[in-house]
């Protein structure tokens, strides 16, 4: 009898645990979550062991901690209401003495992330601090340190060499789509550095061409940056994407949608378009490159990229190695009287009708691809 309330007590132990947890496993295929807690059972068993022997070798290849450990997914944020709730939210996202909804904006932006990478913040080792700005000005003398240490500056993002963690610092008094995008951007120079393997090297940047090594890896973060609002958009019925089609915003695109010389912002978001718009067609062709050419055919089949396809852009961007970044933003740069007019018509056409911006709407969306 013991034995069988035993079980019982089992049986509904776990599936209070699935019940607790059924959208943590939405990327594993069907089943799996048994394996998992199989496993999960198993773990507490080795780590009983002293570690340091051989037997702790096998240790980091049972990843069922990590797999539990999966943020929710932006699915599930949905189905709960939770998304929507956040996103219609128009005051700022941290009012200091008042409101605090800094908690809710990095469980949505690493369930985006998550859907993007297949990686979680613990994976990157990042920790993300949304701050007022007045703790945002006292932690920024701190900063500098770390400044350049992995090619980032600005006090917004930080390495800790000592702690071995990315730190992401940014300010929670704007709008949360706002602060949402800036911790994209972020991530998007950690991918980047992390990739090309400088995130914890300091590097020179090349004499004579400091622009444009800086615009490139602004270039990448803003792709980030945007793929992340997208990829939010894809489970929120709140516009984050779309704007309406008023002289202002025209004007806006043609303003943005240039080469501003002289500084590390004043291409990001024209490069990407010129990536596109000037990747060969044909096999044949110099340079061709099959990815490249397909973002290509789907930007003009949908007049806009998906987040995911950005990021196959931004990865693009990202294999491109340090040397040769200065002479191929000179090369694109060279292409831009031929498709300038192009470009700005294209991301005109975006603009809709009748459409009216919520408050706080990044106005970014509107520049890249
Ligand atoms: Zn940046």
């Not at 998992?36 to 507490?44: I, M």
């Not at 990590?66 to 929710?72: D, F, G, L, S, V």
């Not at 190695?321 to 060279?334: A, H, I, M, N, T």
């Amino acid at each position: 009898m013991n034995t069988v309330k035993t079980l019982l007590v089992l049986a509904v132990a776990l599936l209070v645990t699935s019940a607790c947890t059924p959208l943590q496993f939405d990327e594993a295929p069907g089943g799996t979550p048994v394996v998992q807690e199989e496993a999960a059972v198993e773990a507490p068993v080795t780590e009983e062991e002293p570690g340091s022997g051989p037997t702790s070798t096998p240790a980091p290849a049972e990843t069922p901690a990590e797999t539990i450990q999966e943020p929710r997914s932006l699915a599930d944020l949905r189905e709960g209401g939770d998304l929507d709730r956040l996103l219609s939210i128009t005051e700022n996202a941290l009012i200091p003495g008042g409101n605090d909804h800094t908690d809710s904006i990095v469980v949505v932006f690493e369930a985006a992330y998550y859907e993007l990478t297949g990686l979680t913040l613990e994976d990157r080792n990042i920790t993300i601090e949304i701050v007022s700005d007045e703790d945002y000005d006292t932690m920024k003398p701190s900063k500098p340190q770390f400044e350049d240490s992995a090619g980032f500056n600005e006090g917004v993002m930080g390495m800790d060499g000592a702690m071995r963690r990315s730190n992401i610092v940014t300010t929670g008094e704007r709008s949360i789509v706002d602060v949402l995008g800036g911790v994209g951007h972020e991530m998007g120079h950690v991918k980047d550095a992390a990739e090309r393997g400088t995130l914890k090297q300091p590097y020179e940047l090349p004499s004579g061409c400091e622009n444009n090594y800086r615009g490139f890896r602004e270039t990448v973060a803003r792709q980030f940056e945007v793929a992340t609002i997208r990829k939010i958009q894809e489970y929120t019925n709140i516009n984050l994407t779309e704007f309406s089609d008023t002289g202002e915003n025209r004007r806006r695109i043609e303003r943005r949608l240039k080469w501003v010389g002289g500084s590390r912002y004043g291409f990001m978001n024209i490069l990407s378009w010129l990536a596109l718009v000037d990747a060969p067609d044909h096999p044949d062709a110099e340079g061709f490159d099959p990815a490249l050419k397909r973002l290509k055919d789907q930007l003009g089949a949908n007049k806009m990229l998906s987040a995911n396809e950005l990021i196959e852009l931004s990865d693009h961007f990202i294999q491109i190695p340090l040397p040769e970044r200065c002479s191929y933003v000179f090369d694109k740069k060279s292409m831009l009287p031929l498709y300038l007019h192009t470009i700005q018509e294209m991301a005109k056409s975006r603009l809709a009708r009748y459409m009216t911006e919520p408050d706080g709407l990044d106005g970014l969306q509107k520049y890249v691809p």
